[in-house]
């Protein structure tokens, strides 16, 4: 109960100061963000991602403080809920969207989940270690090499020139 007593302060706070600090040089470009949409822009999967793993700590330590699962769930739903409604109305800069709701939400589960099974995650048995221990390390090849083909240099067929450009205030040679 005590590390998830840390892990809700600790998840809390991270949220907080992810979401609920202003970005006003932003407000035009939250603006056109669609409030239904799901995964948006040049960044949608990075943001879907870091919106999940924002929440599983909050979600693992609510459980670790005994609450019933399904009350973890309801709960990382209705902050989100309440996270996404603050930017909408007050807080300038910030985009609201559905998929923060249901990536939060997502988050929530993910760390209750997590947290019910940390002894067989923390401590597992010979057979059942072996078998993590094949799956991580398959997963981390599979996020090198797929980082290697996403990460590749994108140099054109044509010639290349070079070539001396204008000035552009504000920005560098």
């Known amino acids: 109960p005590r590390f998830g007593g840390f892990l809700v302060v600790a998840g809390s706070l991270a949220i907080a100061a992810t979401t609920l600090v202003p970005i006003p040089e932003q407000s035009s470009a939250a603006e056109e963000t669609p409030l239904w949409c799901l995964v948006c822009g040049d960044y949608g999967g990075v943001d879907v991602l870091n919106n999940v793993l924002l929440f599983v700590p909050l979600g693992a ?3 670790l403080r005994g609450m019933a699962p399904r009350s973890v769930v309801a709960l990382g739903s209705l902050i ?3 996270i996404e409604l603050l930017q909408l109305l007050v807080i300038p800069g ?3 969207s559905l998929s923060d709701v249901l990536t939060n939400t997502l ?4 760390g209750a989940v997590l947290a019910s099974h940390r002894n067989e995650l923390l401590k597992p ?3 059942r270690a072996f078998r993590l221990a094949v799956g ?3 997963a981390w090849i599979a996020v090198q090499s797929l980082s290697a083909v996403l990460l590749r240099p994108g140099v054109p067929e044509s010639t290349l020139y070079g070539a001396w450009g204008r000035a552009i205030p504000g920005r560098d040679l």
């Open 80 to 82: 989100s809920l309440a």
């Open 125 to 127: 048995a010979l057979s």
């Open 61 to 63: 330590g609510l459980l």
């Open 107 to 110: 988050g929530s589960w993910l």
């Open 94 to 96: 910030r985009d609201a």
């Open 136 to 138: 991580g390390g398959l």
